[in-house]
Each structure stands twice: as C-alpha cells, then as structure tokens.
C-alpha cells in the first residue's frame, strides 16, 4: 500500500504549513478543513501544497520526519 507525505498550506494565513502522513490524501485533507484534526483547526482551510508517494512505509515515515526538521522544513520552502 502507498503511504504518501504531504504538505498543507493555510489559506487563512500563507505562512503556516502542515507536514503529515496517510494512505488516502483526499480523506485527510478533508480531516483537516473539517476541523477534525485538533492540530490544524485554527488555521484552516488548508490547500494541498504537494505530496509525494512511497511504496516504502519506512521511507516515508523517515521522510516525513525529515520535512518536520529545520533542515527538511529549509529544503521544502525551497524546492517543494
């Protein structure tokens, strides 16, 4: 099964972003502009800024957790 990292973007303030990890991308945005997901209520709506899909669920939990790094959150701004 794919595991897919993704990025969100606040459309209420562009500044912030979210980094997560799921099997179905269109489910969990819709978790998070619901205000299901405590984490990111207060800044929602969310756009899906991108994603990238593994086939690997060790590749992408390491991935996942190297975006959330100050290294990882340099290189997202940057290239992603």
Do not use: C
């Given at each position: 099964?794919?595991?897919?990292?993704?990025?969100?973007?606040?459309?209420l303030?562009?500044?912030?972003?979210?980094?997560?990890?799921?099997?179905?991308?269109?489910?969990?945005?819709?978790?998070?502009?619901?205000?299901?997901?405590?984490?990111?209520?207060?800044?929602?709506?969310?756009?899906l800024?991108?994603?990238?899909?593994?086939?690997?669920?060790?590749?992408?939990?390491?991935?996942?957790?190297?975006?959330?790094?100050?290294?990882?959150?340099?290189?997202?701004?940057?290239?992603?």
């Amino acid at each position: 099964m794919l595991k897919y990292v993704y990025i969100l973007q606040s459309e209420l303030d562009l500044s912030h972003y979210y980094t997560g990890i799921t099997n179905n991308v269109e489910n969990r945005l819709a978790k998070h502009n619901s205000g299901a997901v405590k984490h990111t209520a207060k800044f929602r709506p969310w756009r899906l800024k991108t994603y990238i899909a593994f086939t690997d669920t060790d590749q992408a939990v390491a991935f996942e957790k190297y975006l959330k790094s100050g290294s990882g959150r340099a290189f997202a701004k940057k290239r992603l």
